[in-house]
Nanobody, 123 residues
Framework: QVQLVESGGGLVQTGGSLKLSCAAS????????VGWFRQAPGKERDFVAA????????RYADSVKGRFTVFRDNAKNTVYLQMNSLNPEDTAVYYC????????????????WGQGTQVTVSS
């Protein structure tokens, strides 16, 4: 089992920044990739970014490329999502997830999920 706890969400104005954290515990050595997803009210859960654990390779949704960065702190077993130049379309609940065997943008390839953290961007 892997447990994930997100934090860092909040309310920010357009153009502002937030850094989300995803702290992992449990059988984290089995992690293949860590992903970030988001879900706005009435919409499906969308891929945001992911990192392959063994070599740090990252991938991003087109909508966040150049604005969001995923990085990690191995000593803290924590993955971060730095979000810059936020706009109201970024408003959503953000989730981190761990995949045991895939480096994917598809949510059902992920095995463990955090509880989510709300990000609200005001215009």
């Amino acid at each position: 089992q892997v447990q994930l706890v997100e934090s860092g969400g909040g309310l920010v104005q357009t153009g502002g920044s937030l850094k989300l954290s995803c702290a992992a515990s449990g059988r984290t050595f089995s992690t293949y990739a860590v992903g970030w997803f988001r879900q706005a009210p009435g919409k499906e859960r969308d891929f945001v970014a992911a990192m392959r654990w063994n070599d740090g390779t990252t991938r991003y949704a087109d909508s966040v490329k150049g604005r969001f960065t995923v990085f990690r702190d191995n000593a803290k077993n924590t993955v971060y999502l730095q979000m810059n130049s936020l706009n109201p379309e970024d408003t959503a609940v953000y989730y981190c997830a761990v995949a045991l065997g895939a480096f994917s943008y598809i949510s059902n390839r992920y095995d463990y999920w955090g509880q989510g953290t709300q990000v609200t961007v005001s215009s």
